[in-house]
Nanobody
Framework: QVQLVESGGASVQAGGSLSLACAAE????????IGWFRQAPEGEREGVLA????????DNADVVKGRFTISRDNAKNTIYLQMNSLKPEDTAVYYC???????????????????WGQGTQVTVSS
């Protein structure tokens, strides 16, 4: 079973930065595309960024807008989501999710990411 553990959620002021971490077991970290989704209060879950085993990216340009980046730390088996210039509309529960293969799927449709973490809350105040 693929276990994904998120951390780093916090309350920050608008304009601030935050780094979220998603830790995975080594085998799954090394073999699966892993990414981030978010779900705002009363909103639908939407994809943010994902990264393949080879470093390729899948991104939701409407969300990222040059403010978010994703990276892998092979020494720690951890995926990071760096979020800069945060806005109140970025407030959401952020979820780490893994695809079925090391290549990222062509879209963020939830059926493409069958493995999910428990989520971490990010709150951005104005």
């Amino acid at each position: 079973q693929v276990q994904l553990v998120e951390s780093g959620g916090a309350s920050v002021q608008a304009g601030g930065s935050l780094s979220l971490a998603c830790a995975a077991e080594p085998y799954y970290y090394q073999t699966l595309c892993i990414g981030w989704f978010r779900q705002a209060p009363e909103g639908e879950r939407e994809g943010v960024l994902a990264i393949s085993v080879g470093g390729g990216r899948l991104d939701n340009a409407d969300v990222v807008k040059g403010r978010f980046t994703i990276s892998r730390d092979n020494a720690k088996n951890t995926i990071y989501l760096q979020m800069n210039s945060l806005k109140p509309e970025d407030t959401a529960v952020y979820y780490c999710a893994a695809a079925r293969t090391g290549y990222c799927p062509p879209s963020f449709h939830p059926r493409n990411f069958p493995y999910w973490g428990q989520g971490t809350q990010v709150t951005v105040s104005s």
